[in-house]
């Protein structure tokens, strides 16, 4: 398959630009097992499509306030977006500058402190802060919200809260799992009372998600490395909802990549590490019976991957239905509910 292959029209003006006032006020696209038609729905009707003992599965990830600006020792101004924390108040980032530093160059911070150029890897840097707390803490302090390039406006004070879900609690994305972002205290209430339960693992998303496939031949596309974290107690929790009867739900691509991670040997097993799988039309996705998720970018890893669920035609099928009938996209956008074969 190529990348052209995953091409659609998107009108500039369906890209959403804001979170809606509720979480849980976005409309959702259901794509049912089979070839019948889609149905337009609400996120606050998830549970209609679920019965109780389904488990849904969150990425618990965390996102940071990753992006810093500074100016190099020779007056040259820089952003930093960091891409991974590392220990030692280390990190490695991606430079928005206009003369690559060499190592040993120092970077002060607009913030205070200052940054040392440790190495470069390719097109990342591996950088040392010197600043007066633990860079974790520092950076949720000090540093900016890095929403998606998409997004044509500064990050806001409302933005601190909505581009982040209820239940993160792991710090280390510079990207929201935004398949999350649609769940509120309520919606989650009424799931639980139906007796839908959840679970979390985390992956820790990474700026290489927003970077585009630059070979048409996708059997040449190198994808982005993750950390991510499926634990003993999702495995456990997974192998009794299976035995019981029950469905695994995605909320999120991020999830899907992190099951089919640690399910490499064709059993889910506990896994922590870096996960750089490429899911695209051609791999069987056997880890989850449903995938939530948002409208992805044309010609993207992500569209792929959902296209490898649910079938090329049918999503892109699908997202001609989105644009047809007003459908939010991306990040702050609507949500799609792709059923599988379970769901029949």
């Not at 390719?122 to 919200?145: I, P, Q, T």
Request: no cysteine; charged share 25%; proline share 7%.
């Amino acid at each position: 398959m190529k990348k052209s292959d995953f091409h659609y029209e998107l009108p500039p003006e369906l890209i959403a630009q804001e979170p809606l006032p509720e979480r849980s006020g976005s409309r959702m696209l259901v794509l049912p097992p089979g070839q019948a038609p889609p149905v337009d729905a609400r996120i606050r009707q998830l549970g209609d499509w679920l019965r109780p003992g389904d488990l849904l599965v969150f990425n618990d990830t965390r996102v940071i306030p990753a992006r810093l600006f500074g100016q190099k020792d020779t007056g040259g101004r820089v952003e930093i977006l960091v891409e991974r924390l590392l220990p030692g108040n280390r990190a490695r980032v991606q430079l928005g500058v206009s003369k690559p530093p060499k190592p040993g160059a120092r970077i002060a911070l607009d913030a205070g402190g200052a940054a040392v150029v440790i190495a470069r890897e390719g097109g990342f840097y591996d950088l040392r802060f010197e600043v007066d707390d633990a860079l974790e803490s520092w950076l949720f302090k000090a540093g900016r919200l890095p929403l998606p390039p998409y997004i044509r406006r500064e990050p806001g004070r409302d933005d601190i809260e909505r581009y982040q879900t209820v239940f993160a609690r792991e710090a280390g994305a510079v990207a929201a799992p935004t398949a999350g972002l649609h769940f509120d205290d309520a919606l989650l209430d009424a799931l639980r009372a139906r007796g839908v339960d959840f679970g979390h693992v985390t992956l820790h998303v990474g700026a290489g998600t927003f970077q585009p496939v630059r070979s048409d031949d996708l059997r040449q596309h190198a994808m982005h490395s993750e950390w991510i974290n499926v634990g003993p107690a999702l495995v456990a929790q997974v192998r009794r909802v299976r035995e019981a009867g029950g469905r695994v739900v995605a909320v999120g691509t991020t999830v899907v990549r992190a099951l089919e991670s640690a399910s490499a040997g064709g059993e889910l097993r506990p896994h922590s590490g870096e996960t750089s799988i490429f899911i695209f039309p051609g791999y069987r996705i056997r880890s989850v019976d449903a995938l939530l998720t948002n409208f992805h970018l044309p010609e993207s890893t992500l569209l792929m991957l959902v296209s490898a669920f649910a079938g090329r035609e049918r999503i892109l099928a699908a997202y001609t239905h989105a644009v047809r009938e007003r459908y939010r996209f991306f990040s702050y956008g609507d949500a799609m509910l792709l059923l599988g074969e379970a769901f029949a």
